[in-house]
């Protein structure tokens, strides 16, 4: 198969096609700005242009490196920016309807034990051997994605707190990505087997997986620090006046 | 030799704040506690740079080199200045001494504008900067001088910002919300260097060949600020946490 061939995970072209369906019969009476609106459909798009485009065969049959970065997308990327698409009402429904039991402290441990646990060398070649077991890792990264930046994105989290929670996450979640870097020997038997690409050995091809993996989070995780760090400024300003 | 006959003056002009502090009174502000800040302070800065550490520094490891340019620019600057809060800090210098320091329009006129918030930061970060140029680095570890007052850059680049960031002589230059924001712009800007050595796939450094000791260095450097400015972060933020889960409840 060639690397410019697209592969399909079907099952999330339908999640992102019921998720944009969803929302736009919920924007019939809550019109979302244009800028939620951008921002959902590009979340959705990720989820879905992700696996289903030749990323997914170079990610499924290649690199590890291409993999890792689909897996940052789907789990920190695309689920941030699906629920800042949501308007106030939507985010007031999906609260009313279950949401509101999400708490902050199981949240961030569902995400880190998705995070973890689907890199697991055992679950992550046996997701690769069998083909559908990828459609199981990234649900679940993609679950993990939202169950994390729900409690920041519906506001259950005032400004220190949320600090706190994205300093906590940061931290807790570079460790893989740094084991990915550091490491000598391949972790994943099944990327030692695959044909190479681009001239990458598995273990450059790992070296430089944990270092997208790393960049994108650092990248993600200081913008959202920094976005909550000037409404701590604001509110204090706020007060002072 | 250098670095301990400072830290043995340091160490005495702290001790003769801490004895007349006491004997008004106040040992309440002058306790053991802030001895022991400053000692171990102290000790960061003369272990780093003296002895067994500074010689893997200078002829063998990127990282050991970072960790005691964070050793001395970061954690000592940090414990020394948590040590003198407060009216400690007035009594560091012997009043013959101070007396006119404080008069001098120009010391305050320069201590003013180095302690702006923002000039603070750009001060700090452009020492960052500049020391980890390689050609700069590469220099500085072929001439003792340079190497001193790279050292002594670290030093003072670190004492300028941890001052705004413990606030010791409560001149509340900044809020906890401008601590908070000075601190993840340090970080930030440490992330960048870091990012730079633990993603560079090749030795930036004629003098240290080691790819991975090279990221190592990045770590050092990251896992250290995490420390200290993520436990600075926590005191900070903690009362915070505690007020709005109260009006939570």
């Given at each position: 198969m060639s690397p410019t061939d697209f592969s399909f995970e079907p099952a999330y072209i339908v999640v992102a096609v019921a998720a944009a369906a969803a929302y736009a019969w919920a924007a019939r009476s809550d019109r979302p700005s244009r800028l939620r609106v951008a921002s959902f459909a590009i979340g959705a798009f990720l989820v879905a242009a992700a696996l289903n485009s030749p990323l997914e065969t170079i990610a499924a049959k290649r690199l590890l490196l291409v993999h890792l970065l689909q897996n940052a997308l789907v789990a920190d990327i695309a689920p941030a920016l699906v629920l800042l698409g949501l308007t106030p009402a939507m985010k007031a429904w999906l609260t009313r309807h279950g949401a509101s039991r999400i708490r902050a402290r199981w949240a961030i441990l569902a995400w880190l034990a998705a995070w973890y646990g689907t890199h697991l060398a055992g679950f992550y070649n046996w997701a690769l051997d069998t083909g559908w077991g990828l459609n199981i890792e990234h649900g679940l990264l993609i679950a993990g994605g939202l169950l994390f930046w729900w409690p920041l994105v519906a506001g259950r989290l005032p400004a220190p707190a949320a600090l706190a929670y994205l300093g906590a996450a940061f931290v807790a979640s570079s460790f893989l990505g740094l084991a990915f870097i550091f490491s000598?020997?391949?972790?994943?038997s099944f990327y030692e087997h695959a044909p190479r690409l681009w001239g990458f050995s598995a273990i450059r091809d790992q070296n430089l997986g944990g270092i997208a993996m790393n960049g994108e989070q650092t990248l993600v995780f200081l913008v959202a620090i920094g976005w909550y760090v000037s409404r701590l400024l604001a509110e204090e300003s706020a007060q002072e006046r | 030799m250098l670095p301990v006959a400072l830290a043995v003056v340091a160490a005495l002009l702290f001790a003769q704040g801490m004895v007349r502090l006491r004997q008004r009174g106040r040992a309440d502000i002058a306790g053991w506690d802030r001895a022991a800040l400053f000692g171990l302070g102290l000790a960061v800065t003369v272990a780093a740079l003296v002895g067994p550490l500074d010689r893997l520094a200078e002829t063998k490891y990127l990282s050991v080199h970072m960790l005691q340019h964070v050793l001395i620019g970061d954690l000592a600057p940090a414990l020394m200045i948590v040590a003198v809060r407060g009216p400690l800090l007035v009594f560091l210098l012997p009043a013959q001494v101070l007396a006119p320091l404080a008069r001098s329009m120009r010391l305050r006129a320069v201590l003013s504008t180095v302690l702006q918030p923002r000039v603070a930061f750009g001060i700090w970060a452009a020492n960052l900067a500049i020391w980890h140029v390689p050609y700069l680095y590469d220099l500085a570890l072929r001439h003792d001088a340079l190497h001193y007052f790279e050292h002594v850059c670290w030093v003072v680049a670190g004492l300028i910002v941890w001052t705004l960031l413990i606030d010791p002589g409560s001149h509340r230059r900044l809020t906890v919300g401008g601590r908070i924001a000075l601190a993840a712009a340090m970080f930030a800007a440490g992330q960048v260097l870091t990012d730079v050595l633990v993603f560079s796939?090749?030795?930036?450094?004629p003098a240290y060949p080691g790819r991975i000791d090279q990221q190592l260095a990045g770590i050092a450097m990251m896992a250290e600020q995490l420390v200290t400015l993520g436990t600075l972060a926590f005191v900070l933020l903690r009362p915070r946490m505690r007020a709005a889960r109260l009006v939570h409840a």
């Amino acid at each position: 198969m060639s690397p410019t061939d697209f592969s399909f995970e079907p099952a999330y072209i339908v999640v992102a096609v019921a998720a944009a369906a969803a929302y736009a019969w919920a924007a019939r009476s809550d019109r979302p700005s244009r800028l939620r609106v951008a921002s959902f459909a590009i979340g959705a798009f990720l989820v879905a242009a992700a696996l289903n485009s030749p990323l997914e065969t170079i990610a499924a049959k290649r690199l590890l490196l291409v993999h890792l970065l689909q897996n940052a997308l789907v789990a920190d990327i695309a689920p941030a920016l699906v629920l800042l698409g949501l308007t106030p009402a939507m985010k007031a429904w999906l609260t009313r309807h279950g949401a509101s039991r999400i708490r902050a402290r199981w949240a961030i441990l569902a995400w880190l034990a998705a995070w973890y646990g689907t890199h697991l060398a055992g679950f992550y070649n046996w997701a690769l051997d069998t083909g559908w077991g990828l459609n199981i890792e990234h649900g679940l990264l993609i679950a993990g994605g939202l169950l994390f930046w729900w409690p920041l994105v519906a506001g259950r989290l005032p400004a220190p707190a949320a600090l706190a929670y994205l300093g906590a996450a940061f931290v807790a979640s570079s460790f893989l990505g740094l084991a990915f870097i550091f490491s000598e020997h391949p972790f994943y038997s099944f990327y030692e087997h695959a044909p190479r690409l681009w001239g990458f050995s598995a273990i450059r091809d790992q070296n430089l997986g944990g270092i997208a993996m790393n960049g994108e989070q650092t990248l993600v995780f200081l913008v959202a620090i920094g976005w909550y760090v000037s409404r701590l400024l604001a509110e204090e300003s706020a007060q002072e006046r | 030799m250098l670095p301990v006959a400072l830290a043995v003056v340091a160490a005495l002009l702290f001790a003769q704040g801490m004895v007349r502090l006491r004997q008004r009174g106040r040992a309440d502000i002058a306790g053991w506690d802030r001895a022991a800040l400053f000692g171990l302070g102290l000790a960061v800065t003369v272990a780093a740079l003296v002895g067994p550490l500074d010689r893997l520094a200078e002829t063998k490891y990127l990282s050991v080199h970072m960790l005691q340019h964070v050793l001395i620019g970061d954690l000592a600057p940090a414990l020394m200045i948590v040590a003198v809060r407060g009216p400690l800090l007035v009594f560091l210098l012997p009043a013959q001494v101070l007396a006119p320091l404080a008069r001098s329009m120009r010391l305050r006129a320069v201590l003013s504008t180095v302690l702006q918030p923002r000039v603070a930061f750009g001060i700090w970060a452009a020492n960052l900067a500049i020391w980890h140029v390689p050609y700069l680095y590469d220099l500085a570890l072929r001439h003792d001088a340079l190497h001193y007052f790279e050292h002594v850059c670290w030093v003072v680049a670190g004492l300028i910002v941890w001052t705004l960031l413990i606030d010791p002589g409560s001149h509340r230059r900044l809020t906890v919300g401008g601590r908070i924001a000075l601190a993840a712009a340090m970080f930030a800007a440490g992330q960048v260097l870091t990012d730079v050595l633990v993603f560079s796939l090749h030795p930036l450094y004629p003098a240290y060949p080691g790819r991975i000791d090279q990221q190592l260095a990045g770590i050092a450097m990251m896992a250290e600020q995490l420390v200290t400015l993520g436990t600075l972060a926590f005191v900070l933020l903690r009362p915070r946490m505690r007020a709005a889960r109260l009006v939570h409840a």
